[in-house]
């Protein structure tokens, strides 16, 4: 018995009868309240009080205030996230302003495998700055990497394939025994699992507003500064509403004090609305019972899987509790049988090479839904019905 029912907020999502939406970690469904907020801000804010609403509705206040709600998921405390851009918009932010400063430092530490944004975003501050390295190492050997050469530890919390735990606390200690800082990418993490960033003294951190939150297609995603950082850390991209009085107009930039250095240009309102919605759909809730939830519903997913499914094999760790709040299991042909199992009405994804992964999310999924994937998916792979020739065509999202 746990604290939360699973499918206990199904009731406030737009989901359409007779559908199994696994794929919550990808794109959140519409939560109800995100209709009303949209059109209540476009019909009587943008709608009627036009350019005043940035005062008289806080709309330039939105980004802070709304990583206030996102502060409690993850153990921030107030005024240490703000919301702002993309995860890898601000994952390239952070990391420039971290090797700045850590001179003398030239490694970026990270996996291989890690979700490829992050990599990549990497690359591009290499660019810049051709003195960088980018050090991929095996997660068992990752504590050891940490040296006097690295400036930062650049890791994804939940891994977006297998939904392997990192250990943010032993890691966050090694790397500061070594002198680096540390960037955790909470994108799998954030409205799925508990997150203690105070707790684990965690530096930086980002994380995205449209999986687990719900905020939307592209939602705007959040950054979060330890306090104790604030002073040092600057973006580099000083954009003006990162300023500390962006209406002066002045020529040169001098950054806002805070979190709010981290803002770049103007808050997207329409998707900042709906997102703010998704996040008031936890309010109240623990994210340990929403987790125990999850361990629940995921373990009797797999169990069943176990039992019906020989075909496939786990990628995730078998023990619930190593995981985030997604498995993956990895099957030949996994893009056919994901397609067939989406004609069925119960949607996962795809992850390349071979992986199907069932996104499993305790706010409005039910013992019965997971069921009833399982049983549709035992009887796909049974019946072969994945080799029909239209199941093998692929789309340009998977
Ligand atoms: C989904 C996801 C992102 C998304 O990045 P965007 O730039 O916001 O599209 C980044 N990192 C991880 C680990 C993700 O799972």
Redesign the pocket.
Known sequence: MTGFAPGARRDRFFLPEGLVYLDGN?LGPLPRGAKTAISHLTEKEWGETLIGSWNEHDWIGAPERIGDKIAPLIGARPGETVVSD????N?FKLAAAAVLARTGRRVILSEPG??P??LYMIEGLKRLRPDLELRLVERGAMADALDEDVALLLL?HVH?KTAEVFDMAALTAAAHAAGALTLW?L??SVGAIPVDLSGCEADLA?G?G??YLNGGPGAP?FLYVAERHQGALVSPLSGWLGHAAPFDFSDDYRPAAGISRWRAGTPPMLALAALEAGLDEFAGLSMDDVAAASRELSDRFVQRVYRTCPQLELISPPDPAARGSHVSFRFPQAYEAMQALIDRQVVGDFRAPDAMRFGITPLYLTETDMDRAVDTLADILESGAWQQERYSVRQAVT
């Open positions: 990808s993309s995860v890898s918009v994952v890690n979700f944004t992050d994804t977006y990418d994108s799998h980002v995205c449209y999986k995603a």
